[in-house]
């Protein structure tokens, strides 16, 4: 019979982040109970699975490893123009993210908003 494979660390990643959509932005934070900024959503979400990542959107931009657009897959996390923002991709050429100020953890579709057009990178940092 058909075993399903098990979910990879960076599925069971966003499985996390998108379980904290809803939960109020705020600036320093990396918690559910506190709110996220959007390098501490990432931070969070693979802290879930045991993958220790810095809180700096700057400091992810250079983790990992480089995936073109083309090749993007659940978990890859998404650096947008100037460095100062990231999310998570959660396939479908969609977003889990910690927007600003005033918003909440949300997921977002790149195509529809003015993020895709500002990605500038899209690093993997788990192979399996």
Same mark, same amino acid.
């Given at each position: 019979?058909?075993?399903?494979?098990?979910?990879?660390?960076?599925?069971?990643?966003?499985? #996390?982040?998108?379980?904290?959509?809803?939960? $109020?932005?705020?600036?320093?934070?990396?918690?559910?109970?506190?709110?996220? %900024?959007? *390098? #501490? /959503?990432?931070?969070?979400?693979?802290?879930?699975?045991?993958?220790?990542?810095?809180?700096? *959107?700057?400091? /992810?931009?250079?983790?990992? &490893?480089?995936?073109?657009?083309?090749?993007?897959?659940?978990? %890859?996390?998404?650096?947008? %123009?100037?460095?100062?923002?990231?999310?998570?991709?959660?396939?479908? #050429? &969609?977003?889990?993210? *910690? $927007?600003?100020? #005033?918003?909440?953890?949300?997921? %977002?579709? /790149?195509?529809?908003?003015?993020?895709?057009?500002?990605?500038?990178?899209?690093?993997?940092?788990?192979?399996?």
């Amino acid at each position: 019979s058909y075993v399903p494979e098990p979910p990879t660390k960076a599925e069971r990643a966003v499985k #996390g982040a998108l379980g904290a959509v809803g939960t $109020p932005y705020r600036w320093g934070g990396e918690s559910p109970a506190t709110g996220f %900024d959007c *390098s #501490g /959503l990432v931070r969070w979400a693979y802290g879930r699975v045991g993958i220790d990542l810095p809180h700096s *959107s700057y400091a /992810l931009y250079s983790e990992g &490893r480089r995936v073109r657009e083309s090749q993007m897959a659940p978990g %890859d996390i998404l650096v947008f %123009d100037g460095l100062g923002h990231v999310g998570l991709y959660i396939g479908n #050429g &969609r977003m889990v993210h *910690s $927007p600003e100020t #005033g918003r909440n953890v949300e997921v %977002d579709r /790149l195509a529809a908003t003015n993020y895709g057009a500002r990605l500038v990178a899209a690093r993997r940092v788990v192979v399996a």
